[in-house]
């Protein structure tokens, strides 16, 4: 456990540059956000906004029964967002490190803006084919709908597909220094990230998004190893790891369904 | 390991006769491993594959050096032992010396010891002779040149007065590490160097070590870390974290035994290892010393980039220079203790060109500065570069860096009010083998390689206090 926490923190042992601390701050708030946006779907009205977040279509609301779901991406979109945030920007913390330091200091803050907008753009357009899936599998038994999920990821964590995915997010790129060539590297290279991102991570969010669990524990969940597969050493490990994972909680939620 | 008492000594190889039992036992034990089975961990392709291989399915302990990583040289320095006693018993098994120590090539004295040592040249008589590769460049097996000294230098490594770092001796703090992003300055250069312009095996961590002049070669990088702990006068100490000194790699013995070894018992050669250098004052035995916890007390560093180009470079094989901006702010936070770096930032090639560059600042009016001048940075080599962005093993793909300390050069520069504001002119001069007789600043010469061109995505300059 030492060694891989080693490996995790190696990323940090520079001194980090003050972007990396507000995006951290913005991580932060996102799950807190998310938190209480569960307690308030789980004990609060759920006509009120906040527990869109906990109704958007499969998000499980303990033993609430189905019912039929028209998309309005005002509220999900918001939700998709934080989502993004909580869950797929941990594991980015090391690339604006990276963004800011090889950057001149009077541009560091603009640079990681550019970087953070593209990134979360890309993500949020994965949010209105995402709530289309998930409205469409919305009427479909939650464990069984869950287990496929997962049988799904876990099986798309050993295709070459994932693999290229998972590399693309570790390309780095030469910055120029200043100007438009700089915003466009930059944006560029946030696009390279976010794009790995998705293609690396979809199956996870959308498994993510139907768990009849807990919601914010399931989601904590995925991000965590979405964050590991991400930082780790050592991925082809990681990644047989987390197949294994998969494939044996998808086997308990099958037998759970039938 | 070797018991109290028995410190054998590793010597030059151009010290011994072409018949002494040292090079006749080597060439029988290579000729004795190369016909044992591949699957024998004692056997010749087996141990090279410990350092790298593309064969598949992998074996066990296969492709585990570590490079660009603060566990290059603890690496290499087991490899290097365990290997050695493999070849020792398979020595005395053919009535060779039971104090057999694998001889050293130090190419770092220049001259003729810059040659390609004699038992490994092509032979006359075009029998075959275990120690010689067909595949190395032609000049270097027929001994009609050498290496320059531009790539067997260790002046720019010993200088650095730390361990660990980008920039530094032994490389920057990483994992286990088979293919890393940032050389130390004993990888770069003599390491890298020799490695490409030996060509042929040597110039791919897959293939290097079926060469036998591979093991003398690291036996002579060994021997420098040994020079560089020892070194009078200064206070160079490897890493005190426990994360290096616990670290342990496992190997093969003579008995195909799986054996581990940690950092800390590779530190005290003569002690632990039973082995010294003839370049150093022969140890009377004593016992290992104690380990005692330590603390890690590397600090984090503030870096901040002052300049950087604009644009790549392609290297092709001629002589390039690339001016690097240094911007006007510069001046105002170049405090004393703040150091300057030149980074070679997103190294990247599908193959390595076989081409070593020479990396210098054109200070002194287009002449290549000599070796010991401090305009003089290092060498540039691709050791490794294919596995960069395809790793072998279970890594992420990832470019390359070099990262030289240039501080001396900016102090100058600020002295003569040339720096911030300004640009540095950094030149990539190809290098080639030279006659023993050339002199320090011989062996520049164009080697075009447009057929397996290197992009550097970026220079920058960062300040790091």
Redesign the interface.
Do not use: D, E, K, M
């Given at each position: 456990v030492s060694?891989h926490a080693?490996?995790l923190a190696?990323p940090w042992?520079?001194?980090?540059c003050h972007q990396v601390g507000l995006v951290a701050i913005t991580v932060a708030l996102a799950w807190v956000a998310s938190v209480w946006l569960w307690l308030d779907g789980t004990t609060g009205s759920r006509e009120t906004s906040a527990s869109v977040w906990w109704c958007m279509p499969g998000m499980s609301l303990g033993n609430s029964a189905p019912s039929p779901h028209t998309i309005d991406p005002g509220t999900e979109m918001p939700m998709w967002l934080l989502m993004s945030l909580a869950m797929a920007l941990p594991g980015e913390l090391p690339v604006v490190q990276y963004v800011a330091?090889?950057?001149?200091?009077r541009s560091r803050s603009s640079a990681v803006t550019v970087f953070l907008a593209v990134y979360l753009l890309v993500w949020l357009g994965c949010g209105l084919p995402a709530a289309v899936v998930m409205a469409a599998l919305h009427s479909l038994p939650a464990d069984a709908l869950f287990a496929t999920a997962l049988a799904v990821a876990a099986g798309y964590e050993l295709t070459p597909l994932k693999r290229r995915a998972?590399?693309r997010c570790?390309?780095?790129?030469?910055?120029?220094?200043?100007?438009v060539?700089r915003v466009a590297a930059v944006a560029r290279f946030g696009w390279l990230n976010a794009s790995g991102c998705v293609a690396s991570c979809w199956p996870a969010m959308l498994a993510a998004s139907i768990a009849p669990v807990v919601q914010p524990l399931a989601i904590a969940g995925f991000a965590f190893v979405m964050t590991y597969e991400r930082l780790t050493?050592?991925?082809?490990?990681t990644q047989r790891r987390i197949a294994t994972s998969y494939l044996a909680i998808a086997a308990a939620f099958t037998v759970v369904a039938f | 390991m070797s018991g109290p008492g028995a410190v054998l000594v590793r010597r030059e190889i151009s010290s011994l006769a072409p018949n002494d039992p040292i090079v006749t036992g080597y060439a029988g034990a290579v000729k004795k491993m190369r016909e044992r089975d591949p699957d024998d961990p004692t056997s010749w392709t087996y141990q090279a594959a410990i350092h790298g291989t593309t064969t598949t399915p992998a074996r066990k302990l296969w492709s585990q050096c570590q490079h660009a990583t603060w566990y290059f040289l603890p690496w290499h320095r087991m490899f290097l032992y365990y290997f050695e006693r493999i070849v020792r018993a398979a020595v005395v098994e053919d009535g060779g010396p039971a104090g057999w120590t694998l001889p050293y090539w130090n190419y770092c004295l220049g001259g003729q010891h810059a040659l390609l040592p004699e038992p490994f040249r092509a032979p006359a008589s075009g029998e075959e002779d275990p120690l010689h590769v067909a595949e190395r460049d032609p000049q270097l097996n027929s001994g009609r040149k050498g290496l320059p000294a531009y790539a067997t230098s260790p002046s720019p490594a010993l200088k650095r007065e730390h361990f660990v770092g980008k920039a530094e001796f032994g490389g920057p703090r990483t994992g286990f590490q088979h293919s890393g992003e940032t050389w130390g300055r004993l990888e770069v250069a003599p390491h890298n160097a020799v490695h490409v312009l030996v060509k042929g095996l040597m110039e791919s961590p897959e293939t290097a070590a079926l060469d036998p002049i591979f093991w003398l070669h690291h036996a002579n990088i060994d021997r420098l870390w040994s020079e560089w702990i020892g070194m009078p006068g200064v206070n160079h100490e490897d890493p005190p974290e426990e994360a290096w000194r616990n670290f342990s790699f496992s190997f093969f013995d003579e008995h195909g035994q799986e054996v581990s070894l940690r950092c800390e018992d590779a530190l005290e050669t003569a002690a632990n290892l039973g082995y010294t250098y003839d370049t150093e004052p022969v140890p009377s035995p004593r016992p290992a010393r104690p380990i005692s916890p330590t603390v890690t007390t590397m600090r984090p560093t503030q870096r901040e980039m002052i300049g950087a180009t604009h644009d790549g470079v392609t290297l092709m094989g001629e002589q390039t220079t690339v001016p690097v901006p240094i911007r006007p702010e510069a001046a105002d936070r170049f405090g004393e203790g703040v150091h300057a770096y030149l980074n070679v930032e997103e190294i990247e090639g599908e193959r390595n060109p076989g081409v070593s560059y020479l990396v210098y600042t054109d200070l002194e009016g287009g002449e290549p500065p000599h070796p010991e001048s401090p305009h003089y940075l290092g060498t540039l080599s691709f050791f490794g570069i294919e596995r960069a962005r395809k790793p072998v093993g279970d890594e992420s793909p990832h470019a390359l860096q070099a990262s030289y300390d240039i501080t001396p050069i900016a102090r100058e520069l600020e002295a003569r009010g040339e720096w911030a504001g300004h640009e540095l002119p950094v030149t990539f001069a190809p290098l080639t083998l030279v006659p023993p007789d050339a002199g320090p600043t011989s062996g520049i010469k164009s080697s075009p390689h447009e057929d397996r061109p290197i992009r550097l995505g970026r220079l920058s300059v960062f300040y790091d206090a």
């Open positions: 060694a080693r490996r190696a042992r520079l001194a980090l330091t090889n950057t001149f200091r998972l590399n570790h390309r780095g790129a030469p910055l120029p220094p200043a100007g060539r050493r050592r991925p082809r490990t | -």
